[in-house]
């Protein structure tokens, strides 16, 4: 029989509060916080909290990641490709190899699971 374990995420670490790996601002000056609440062993899955001011992102994905957006809302426009609008309640994956801008009306609060 396979034996089961349980982590509960909550936000009891203190956020990162510098801009992620491979995000420019290019529109106003959004900051970011970033809290890490999950690594598996082998550090090819994480999980955890990210909140987000208005402004601009330019970025490019390096990871595969899934989010549910808490509250606010984003533009996210693939470069060369169509806008997407996200909000409250909204879940959505964000593919290996995405280049393209996150730009962020409201403040955001998402929850995610990125794997490398």
Same mark, same amino acid.
């Given at each position: 029989m396979r034996k089961l374990s349980v982590t509960k995420i909550e936000l009891t670490v203190e956020p990162r509060e510098t801009d992620s790996d491979g995000w420019k601002k290019i529109e106003g000056n959004p900051t970011m916080k970033t809290w890490l609440e999950y690594t598996s062993k082998?550090?090819?899955?994480?999980?955890?909290?990210?909140?987000? +001011? +208005?402004?601009t992102?330019?970025?490019?994905?390096? !990871?595969?990641?899934? !989010?549910?957006?808490?509250?606010?809302?984003i533009i996210i426009t693939p470069d060369g490709g169509e806008p997407v609008r996200v909000g409250p309640g909204d879940a959505?994956?964000?593919?290996?190899?995405? +280049?393209?801008?996150?730009?962020i009306e409201?403040?955001?609060?998402?929850?995610?699971?990125?794997?490398k």
């Open positions: 082998d550090e090819q899955l994480l999980s955890g909290w990210w909140e987000a +001011t +208005t402004g992102y330019h970025t490019t994905y390096k !990871v595969w990641e899934y !989010v549910h957006m808490i509250e606010g809302r959505f994956v964000v593919e290996r190899g995405f +280049t393209g801008t996150w730009k409201e403040k955001v609060r998402k929850h995610f699971v990125i794997r």
